[in-house]
């Protein structure tokens, strides 16, 4: 291994600390109620924080701005819930436990389904004008 390869795989190393302490972290502060408000709050904020146009006023266009926010958020968080539940599913077929492939597969679909909602809704979504 020469001494770029080392130096890639030190930073990668480190990164994948980061991130899990963080995932940590993350995990400590919801199983408490003040760590749910500290992190629901600034992620509600902006969300909230949507800026409409003055050419595109109409309640429309403001459903179609908040569509465009929300969108991508959710179809990434379906993917993200059926990954967990691929990898619960998994879990379960090397325990060889069936509430836990059971729970994977649900789990899974769940997530697929949050997702091609989120993908197809907004969309669809119109007041009639």
């Known amino acids: 291994m020469n001494r770029i390869e080392k ?3 030190a ?6 600390k980061v991130m899990l302490k963080a995932i940590n972290v993350t995990g400590k502060l919801m199983s408490t109620k003040a760590g749910k408000v500290m992190l629901a709050v600034p992620i509600a904020v902006s969300v909230c924080s949507v800026v409409a146009s ?3 006023a109409t309640a429309q266009g403001m459903i179609d701005k908040i ?5 991508p958020g959710t179809v990434a968080l379906g993917s993200l819930i059926a990954v967990v539940g691929g990898i619960q599913t998994g879990v379960g077929f090397k325990d060889d436990n069936a509430d836990a492939k059971t729970r994977g597969f649900q789990t899974l679909i769940g997530g ?7 993908a197809v809704i907004p969309d669809s979504i119109s007041l009639g004008s």
């Open 11 to 16: 930073i990668a190393e480190t990164e994948a």
């Open 7 to 9: 130096v890639q795989y």
């Open 112 to 118: 697929g389904i949050v997702a091609a909602v989120a």
């Open 67 to 71: 569509m465009g926010v929300l969108k």
């Open 54 to 56: 003055a050419d595109d």
